[in-house]
């Protein structure tokens, strides 16, 4: 399917909040587990840590896609699945749409994405800190997925991928889906940072099959930068959700709205 048809298909499916029920945990719903690891980055010269989200009934017989879930500024590898501004409910919304028959199994995993050989951790907001999470397209290119596909029973290739993320983490997946198509099939970003650059296109034939932006009315961050970005890519006649949220600010109902929907579209463009 083209990403102009998936794209149609899956905007009649857009849901502006996640629904009431899709954070609880429900009688008779098996929920995946949540596992936390670590992998040697080359590119960082350093263990980094990750989460992960393994299925209900994981089996290492059965391979599964796999959706990579970026965190902002400042942020690590718990904020999109353990901590945010309250309890996030990410195993609970995904965990809910595939035992509906909404969403695909999948595994999901929660990358530390600062990505600095000199340092361990954000020291600031600049220039230079900047870098460090623009060059996590390099760790996670040449470490974290090559740990995952040995670590874990994965299918690969760009039908079998995804990436978003949150804030900075929406800007990279951004970058990172604009320049690494050919690995990632489905590319989200939430509340996404300023910073994105690039054509906002991609050329015949290396499109992914979705692009979805989320923003939100009320973010006092990044304020209508996703907007900004949603016009880019408008000028350029790509097809892609422009998915608004009245009421959205800068972080937990902004993503669990943008989850909620993004992980039913992902890994059915080729079904």
């Not at 899709?22 to 719903?29: A, D, F, I, Y």
Request: hydrophobic share 30%; net charge negative; charged share 20%.
């Amino acid at each position: 399917m083209s990403m102009s048809e998936f794209t149609a298909l899956c905007s009649a499916k857009v849901s502006e909040y996640d629904s009431a029920d899709s954070r609880e945990e429900k009688s008779g719903v098996q929920y995946g587990t949540i596992k936390s690891g670590t992998y040697y980055s080359t590119t960082c010269k350093r263990n980094k840590p990750y989460n992960i989200l393994l299925p209900a009934n994981y089996n290492e017989n059965k391979k599964y896609p796999v959706l990579y879930v970026m965190h902002g500024y400042w942020e690590n590898q718990n904020r999109m699945i353990i901590e945010g501004n309250g309890t996030m409910y990410t195993r609970q919304m995904i965990g809910n749409a595939i035992a509906s028959g909404e969403a695909e199994d999948m595994i999901v995993v929660f990358p530390y994405i600062y990505s600095s050989d000199s340092q361990d951790a954000c020291s600031g907001m600049d220039d230079f800190n900047n870098a460090a999470y623009d060059n996590f397209i390099n760790d996670l290119t040449k470490d974290l997925m090559p740990h995952i596909e040995s670590t874990y029973s994965v299918k690969t290739g760009r039908d079998n991928t995804a990436i978003t993320g949150f804030s900075m983490g929406g800007r990279e997946a951004l970058l990172i889906g604009m320049q690494r198509s050919d690995l990632f099939g489905y590319v989200g970003a939430i509340c996404p940072a300023p910073g994105v650059t690039g054509s906002f296109n991609w050329d015949a034939g290396k499109e992914p099959y979705l692009l979805m932006i989320t923003g939100g009315s009320n973010d006092t961050v990044v304020y209508n930068n996703p907007e900004t970005y949603h016009n880019n890519f408008a000028k350029n006649n790509v097809p892609h959700i422009w998915h608004y949220v009245n009421g959205g600010y800068h972080g937990d109902n902004s993503i669990h709205a943008h989850l909620y929907n993004f992980c039913r579209f992902v890994f059915k463009a080729t079904k």
